[in-house]
């Protein structure tokens, strides 16, 4: 719990020192070891990743994108969630450009250390083997409107358009549909 409060303070400094619009390059950097071995804790990267693409949901829709993002970390990176939620375009709350990370900063501390500590009980849990995930494997997720422009993408062909015959669906959680791969 202390950890979370001086790595946000670090975070919130590193903020008012470069300016929030250098927020993304700031995580990106942080959230890599640096040689003092210090870095952005893996619960509190999933905490404002979870303010950024969660923060309206209730707690099943909350601790389903919370799943999504240990399914992603045990499916293709094997181990560290910090690679799969900075890959490039991965997650919207970390794309430059998008506000509600910058947001978070703002946010009371209180309120960001809430969903730091609810990403540092899920990743407990899955560490020790008693998650129960209400999706299932499930990697993907969108809302309606995101799922909506994926598929006529997808019908159109377009490029960078998702492959719709290679997902299947988990279900719906909140406002967010579940795919797996």
């Known amino acids: 719990m202390i950890q979370y409060y001086q790595d946000l303070d670090v975070l919130k400094g590193m903020c008012a020192h470069y300016g929030k619009e250098h927020l993304i390059p700031i995580v990106e950097a942080w959230a890599k070891p640096c040689s003092d071995g210090a870095f952005l804790t893996s619960p509190v990267l999933m905490g404002l990743c979870l303010y950024g693409e969660a923060r309206g949901e209730d707690e099943d829709g909350q601790n389903a994108v919370l799943q999504v993002i240990i ?30 990370l910058r947001e978070a900063i703002d946010v009371s501390e209180e309120e960001i250390i809430s969903y730091c500590e609810k990403a540092g009980n899920m990743l407990n849990l899955q560490n020790t083997g008693h ?7 499930a990697t993907i997720y ?8 994926q598929v006529k993408r997808w019908a159109d062909k377009r490029p960078g358009a998702w492959d719709f015959n290679r997902l299947y669906p988990m279900g719906k959680v909140g406002a967010h549909y579940f795919f797996g791969e």
Request: glycine fraction near 4%.
């Open 71 to 100: 399914n992603r970390a045990i499916e293709r990176d094997k181990q560290y969630v910090e690679p799969v939620l900075l890959r490039k375009l991965q997650f919207s709350c970390f794309n430059p450009g998008d506000r509600s």
């Open 142 to 149: 969108l809302t309606e409107q995101a799922l909506i422009l």
């Open 131 to 137: 998650n129960e995930s209400v999706i299932g494997r």
